[in-house]
C-alpha cells in the first residue's frame, strides 16, 4: 500500500504466491515507499541488506552496460535524469514473445507496463459494433515499435486493461511492475494522462464513441 498526499492509504498490488519485494529501499539507501500487509498465511524468503546489495549491485552493473543507452533513446523518459533513468533500469525485466502471441488482455487486472525493445506490437480492442460484438471481433486501433510503449493506460486509470496486445513476429520488451511504475514514473505521468484524450479521439474515428477513459480520481 501506498500513501496519496492526504495520507490515505491505498492498494497498489499484489503478490499472489510469486514475486518479490523491498528492493529498492536497500539498492538506494531510502525509506521505505509502502506498505506490505499479509492478507493470509505464508512463507517468505528474506536476505540481509549486505548480502542483497552485493549480488544484485553485481547483476546490475551487468544490466546498466545493457540497457541504459536503449533507455535514454525512451521518448517519454527524456524527461527523467539521468539517475532516475538508471533507477528504471535496475528495476526493469524483460519478455520474449512469439508471432501471435498474446501479451496483455483486454479486461484484466493491470500488473505492469512495456517498453517495446524490439520488434512489433499490435493493440486490438472489442469491436464495439452490434456485428462485431455478435463475433467477439477485435479492431487494430494501434502499433508500437522500438522505443515505444503500451499497457500505461490501465495503470494511470487504476482500470482494467482497455485494450489486449498481441506480438507481431518475434517480440521482446522491457517489464515493469506496477509498484515500480507508481514510484519511478512519477514526472512522466502528465505525458502519460495527455495521451488519455489521443486515445479517445481515435475510438471516436472508428467507432463513433469513445470508452470512459478518464482517470476516476479527476
Known sequence: RSSDLQGDARCVGRYDNRG?????????NTPRAATIVATTEGALWGLDRITFRRLILKNN???RKMYEQFIESVPVLKSLE???RMKIVDVIGERTYQDTERIITQGEKADCFFIVESGEVKIMMKSKTKAGQEN????????CASGQYFGELALVTNKPRA????????????????QAFERLLGPCM?????NITHYEEQLVAMFGSSMDLKDPGN
Do not use: H, P, W
Request: charged share 25%.
Open 20 to 28: 518479490s519485494f523491498g528492493e529498492l529501499a536497500l539498492m538506494y
Open 190 to 194: 502528465d505525458i502519460m494522462k495527455r
Open 82 to 84: 539521468l539517475s532516475e
Open 136 to 143: 467477439n471481433q477485435e479492431v487494430e486501433i494501434a502499433r
Open 61 to 63: 552493473a551487468k544490466k
Open 163 to 178: 485494450a489486449s496486445a498481441y506480438a507481431v513476429g518475434s517480440v521482446k520488451c522491457l517489464v515493469m511492475d506496477v
